[in-house]
């Protein structure tokens, strides 16, 4: 019996937040949906976080993803810019664990490379390469939303690998791995941080 599975990928934002559906058929993946959440006409930050969280429960409630990859915020020298990228990656995530599906996070570096083989790469390389694949006839406008597909297309390719990035199956999860850990001293009288080895 051939396993099947649908995975969502999400490129969180203020702006525009993008996603993309792929499933997969054994060892194949195909084309489902991409499209994106655009929240540039809205001012009231608050307001974005409550339509991302109402965007992604809608997304899982109609299509019942298996799995859902995110992408994970780059690190950025503007601070209010990487507050307001992770409250949005965090009502995205709060959506999938309501629904207790598991959830991956990827980093950016991570997605180009397993899309292009450069970490690198730029958006539209990323885009194109996802066109080739999985013979997208146009690409959209705004390429957030060829980012959310690349988070899935990630995923798929990482399925089975052993350390693949953060995971959370449940809320459980989340709070476990992301609890603060009691530090240790070594013997030389530093700090020691044991951290959790990830699944």
């Known amino acids: 019996m051939i396993k099947e599975k649908i995975i969502l990928g999400i490129d969180p934002g203020t702006t525009i937040m993008g996603f993309g559906l792929i499933k997969v058929v054994g060892k194949k993946m195909e084309f489902l949906q991409l499209n994106e959440l655009?929240?540039?006409?809205?001012?009231?930050?608050?307001?974005?976080l409550k339509l991302i969280f109402e965007r992604t429960i809608e997304l899982i409630d109609t299509h019942k993803p298996d799995e859902i990859a995110i992408e994970a915020p780059?690190?950025?020298?503007?601070?209010?810019?990487?507050?307001?990228?992770?409250?949005?990656?965090?009502?995205?995530?709060?959506?999938?664990?309501?629904?207790?599906?598991?959830?991956?996070e990827y980093l950016p570096k991570k997605i180009k490379m397993a899309i292009t083989g450069n970490g690198n790469a730029s958006k539209e390389?990323?885009?194109?390469?996802?066109?080739?694949?999985?013979?997208?006839?146009?690409?959209?406008?705004?390429?957030?939303?060829?980012?959310?597909?690349?988070?899935a297309v990630c995923h798929f390719y990482n399925s089975g690998r052993v350390e693949v990035g953060k995971n959370y199956s449940g809320w459980g999860a989340f709070v476990k791995q992301n609890s603060p850990q009691?530090?240790?001293?070594?013997?030389?009288?530093?700090?020691?941080?044991?951290?959790?080895?990830?699944?």
């Open 74 to 104: 780059f690190f950025g020298k503007n601070v209010q810019s990487m507050l307001k990228l992770g409250r949005a990656q965090g009502v995205a995530m709060a959506a999938g664990l309501s629904r207790e599906v598991p959830i991956t």
């Open 125 to 151: 390389q990323v885009a194109k390469m996802l066109q080739s694949l999985l013979g997208l006839k146009t690409l959209p406008k705004n390429l957030d939303a060829t980012d959310g597909l690349a988070a």
């Open 182 to 199: 009691t530090p240790k001293r070594g013997s030389k009288g530093a700090l020691v941080v044991n951290l959790r080895k990830k699944k």
């Open 38 to 48: 655009d929240l540039k006409k809205y001012s009231d930050h608050y307001l974005k």
